[in-house]
């Protein structure tokens, strides 16, 4: 063995099945089943995983009854139709040399009504933290109702070739309502003590156990929150776990961070340290007889990984979204190659980002993520006629672009009008704690050397540099620019921003690569509620600077909330003295200070300031396409149209793949 981590990659042994390393691909929904049923795009991507080297693969969870469906994509509950669906996609896994489970759920209280179109099914008949509504409180026919349909699913998963099921207690879910007594008022037999509350649960693991045999493996999912003092504590959450290890039927623990009642917790963005759930499962091994424990919850890396089993806080690590940006970092690390880890940045703008939309998850870095049946996953095929291409931008675009086109076997050379590659997202990468994005650019700088990528800085391409290189291909990936005529799109009757002329008007990135005089007070006036504009008022926060911000959103921060990094940004901003104006226009700039117009009342205000910042939509920069007639060439990325930077990753992935 190679790797430089080697009790990460050491073996482990769970109920008579090996798992080759710790790496556990955990449970998340992918919400990628068609009508209910898994198909290609499931199965690709769990076995892209697979021969990526995780060990351990926890797969989609199953709702066990018609009150706990939660997504569009949710597979089929109480039916045997999904069992030869299922056979599809877990041979395949196993024979790529991981064990794979599937985790079993029922959100309890906090259910979705408009999927479910049934009661959210509680124990004492709370409200729902995921819709508006209240819950049903159970009868003990619901209970054993319940009971029953955690067995049949566990049994139905073994009958799909799964290995063993992991049994969802974690985030404040059915089984966690059960055992907190904030949320569990019953004075019957599942009430009140601690066995009383972890009955229901101790009960299915043990039906499981007898219907399923010694060789199956049960996994237990919990989670921990200190946002509130009514959900379970460290001491508390610790009795429960033991109440189970004691029987000996649970195999392992696995424990995550967050739960319906602090969400934004639950996948941990890049506002959150790393790690996270450490120093709990640290706890957990002194007290555990039989279970092994895994720690998850942003370990996002080999080294993160390592240092968790090397210390003792774990027996294995569940790392999700790391997978989900790199599906080979086991393979990698095993090979001791963890230098190519394209690592995650933490942003959940597609994996949660398109799942709290109720789409199919992708990842803004790995676009092939849930394409693994269409493009291959991160495994490329040459080409068969190695083609000269030239791309010019080496912003995200163009860098995946190269990247691929090269894997490919393709000769490239890379044009950048700057001295550093990346574009914009290399300005991102400068706002406060969003370093991570650097690290994915010295990724692609290691990448395009090993691939004999020849890269240009400095070089501002004309359309007869590029021709006399005598490209077989040319892809344009020249970006976009702020838009200089200040255009708001609630003033849909101003071309221009009224005052415009009058000066100390910036774009983000003038401020990020600190060319903006910007003075002491600044307004910043964000249409995008995402982080161009509010990483950049944070950024001049931290530079002790006032910042108003201005925005026609109803709240700050719109775009992010699907991402869930909304719910923290906004208090630190406040705590940094940013003051939030919702709702309201900048109807005029007077070059000290703006007309704000309110959207609700249509009443104008005067509001001093030194400088303004405008964070709205970018103009496509495409300076070249007009004059390469005859060339075959691909317009992408922001050139194409200003977008977000998942966009521009897709197509140059997309690209690089037709070359």
Request: with cysteine; net charge negative; charged share 25%.
């Amino acid at each position: 063995m190679t790797t430089a981590h080697p009790r990460l990659m050491s073996p482990i042994e769970l109920r008579g099945h090996t798992l080759r390393n710790r790496i556990v691909f955990g449970a998340h929904t992918a919400n990628m089943s068609v009508e209910g049923l898994p198909g290609e795009r499931f199965g690709a991507y769990l076995l892209e995983r697979a021969l990526g080297g995780a060990a351990m693969i926890v797969a989609e969870p199953m709702p066990v009854h018609r009150t706990g469906v939660l997504t569009r994509g949710n597979f089929r509950h109480g039916t045997d139709d999904v069992i030869p669906h299922f056979r599809k996609v877990t041979e395949p896994v196993k024979e790529a040399g991981a064990v794979l489970l599937q985790q079993l759920y029922h959100v309890g209280s906090h259910g979705d009504s408009d999927l479910s179109f049934s009661p959210h099914w509680g124990p004492s008949g709370g409200p729902s933290y995921h819709d508006s509504d209240g819950s049903h409180a159970m009868t003990e026919a619901e209970i054993e109702e319940l009971i029953e349909a955690h067995i049949a699913a566990a049994v139905r998963c073994q009958n799909g070739g799964f290995q063993g099921v992991e049994v969802w207690g974690a985030y404040h879910s059915l089984l966690d309502q059960f055992w907190t007594p904030w949320s569990n008022k019953r004075t019957d037999k599942w009430g009140g003590s601690l066995e009383n509350r972890t009955r229901m649960s101790r009960t299915i693991i043990e039906g499981i156990r007898k219907r399923c045999g010694e060789d199956f493996i049960i996994g237990l999912a919990i989670s921990t929150s200190d946002a509130y003092d009514v959900t379970l504590q460290g001491e508390a959450l610790a009795e429960v776990v033991a109440a189970h290890d004691a029987t000996g039927h649970i195999d392992y623990v696995t424990c995550g961070h967050g739960g319906y009642l602090d969400f934004q917790r639950l996948m941990p963005t890049f506002l959150y340290g790393e790690k996270l759930t450490a120093p709990f499962t640290e706890e957990l091994k002194k007290i555990v007889k039989h279970a092994k424990v895994t720690s998850e919850a942003h370990i996002r890396t080999p080294e993160n990984a390592e240092a968790v089993i090397a210390s003792g806080q774990a027996d294995m690590v569940s790392i999700v979204r790391g997978q989900i940006a790199d599906p080979h970092l086991a393979r990698k690390t095993s090979e001791g190659r963890a230098e190519d880890v394209r690592g995650c940045i933490s942003c959940n703008q597609m994996c949660w980002g398109r799942r709290s939309r109720d789409y199919w998850i992708s990842c803004l870095i790995n676009p092939s993520a849930g394409r693994e049946f269409e493009w291959g996953g991160d495994r490329f095929t040459p080409s068969e006629t190695p083609r000269r291409v030239v791309v010019v931008g080496a912003g995200p675009a163009g860098l995946e672009a190269a990247r691929v086109a090269a894997e490919r076997g393709h000769r490239v050379d890379i044009f950048e009008a700057q001295a550093r590659i990346g574009g914009q997202f290399r300005l991102a990468g400068e706002q406060p704690r969003r370093a991570q994005i650097l690290e994915l650019m010295d990724w692609y700088e290691r990448q395009l050397e090993k691939l004999q990528v020849r890269l240009h800085l400095n070089s501002y391409a004309e359309a007869e540099d590029i021709r006399a290189l005598n490209p077989d291909a040319v892809v344009l990936a020249t970006g976009s620019l702020p838009d200089e005529d200040g255009f708001q799109r609630w003033m849909p009757g101003d071309d221009r921003l009224p005052g415009i002329d009058k000066g100390n008007i910036y774009a983000p990135e003038d401020v990020m690569r600190r060319e903006a005089k910007l003075g002491d007070h600044v307004i910043l006036y964000d249409e995008g509620g995402n982080w161009r504009g509010l990483g950049t008022a944070w950024a001049m926060a931290e530079r002790g600077l006032k910042v108003t911000i201005v925005t026609p959103e109803p709240f700050i921060g719109k775009e992010l909330a699907r991402t869930s990094s909304d719910i923290p940004l906004r208090p630190r901003l406040a705590q940094l003295g940013v003051t939030f104006l919702t709702e309201h226009l900048i109807a005029e700039w007077h070059g000290n200070g703006a007309t704000i117009r309110n959207m609700l009342t249509g009443s104008d205000s005067r509001l001093d300031a030194s400088a303004l910042v405008m964070s709205t939509t970018n103009r496509a920069f495409d300076p070249l396409s007009g004059d390469l007639a005859g060339i075959e060439t691909h317009l992408i990325g922001d050139a194409a149209a200003p977008r977000q930077a998942p966009y521009a990753f897709h197509e140059g992935r997309k690209t690089g793949l037709r070359l």
